[in-house]
């Protein structure tokens, strides 16, 4: 079914109203689509739906869940991480520690390929690694660093063209995936490497809320493909509070088709697609 602009706002309603999950400032669009695909999936109507979230508090968590699953994947947009390298080389390798926080990590591929790369470029044992996100099952998945095979073997490849883009040069070493993480077909699951399943402290947490992670700043924050899912003025509230949030000269790393306009943009210095912090 279609669904109205007042449709969308009678979910919003009633889930406020049973729970202390907001979300009003939430894309239309996207919620929209995801609203429409939870009616398809159940194959009930909007009243029926509406009756259950006040109803089934269980169903309303798994509503929830639905509402707040983002999509990622090993070294998605293997440009960036290009980028990312050389930050981490250029900028941080002289510091003593490195706070990092991945905003909304959903089910954590992308925190462990921050992990690899911290590992190759020798950052790894003085990183403390937080990783946050509002869906708690997918926060399960993520701190057990268990993937179906079949779920990520489209995003493996990614690992080379990152890490071994010119294989044909006997000048430079090849880097084998198989040290980060045990790949196994036949029995379709990838596992990493326990030493990066124990690095990173997983917990829930809603950046709508607007609450720090922790009482220093951060180094590096990433939130990629997150804002995406906002509306105008949720997106420029949880940049401000990435602002505030950032340690001096801090980087934010933001999605490929997400940007700045505004105000909030005058907040931070752009170099391609990484942003940081600009202090008075």
Known sequence: MELTEQDIQRVQATIRNVSSYDFSD?????????????????NITLDELLKDIQGNYNFMEKVVRDITVNTTELFRD???????????????????????????????????SM????????????????????????LRTAMSGQYKYHEVQDYIGNFDKVFNPKVHSQDVPYIDIRKYMDINKARDYVKMERSLVEKP????????????????????????N????????????????????LAKDGCLIIGRHEGMIGHVASLYDKKDSLYFKRTA
Not at 26 to 42: A, V
Not at 116 to 135: H, P, Q, R, V
Not at 238 to 243: E, G, I, P, R
């Open 201 to 224: 402290l997983f917990f829930k947490h809603d950046l709508v809320s607007g609450e720090p992670i922790i009482a220093r700043k951060l180094d590096i924050i990433l939130c990629r």
């Open 78 to 112: 293997t440009d960036a991480w290009q980028k990312i390298r050389s930050v981490l080389t250029q900028k941080y390798a002289h510091k003593d520690s490195l706070h990092i926080w991945h905003a909304g990590c959903s089910s954590g591929q992308e925190v462990y």
């Open 115 to 138: 992990m690899i790369m911290l590992c190759e470029t020798g950052l790894f044992e003085k990183a403390s690694i937080y990783a946050t996100d509002i869906n708690e099952n997918v």
């Open 26 to 42: 939430y894309s239309y669009n996207s919620f929209c689509r995801r609203i429409e695909k939870i009616l398809g999936d159940y």
């Open 226 to 245: 997150v804002l995406i899912y906002f509306n105008h003025d949720l997106q420029n509230k949880v940049l401000k509070f990435f602002h505030e949030n």
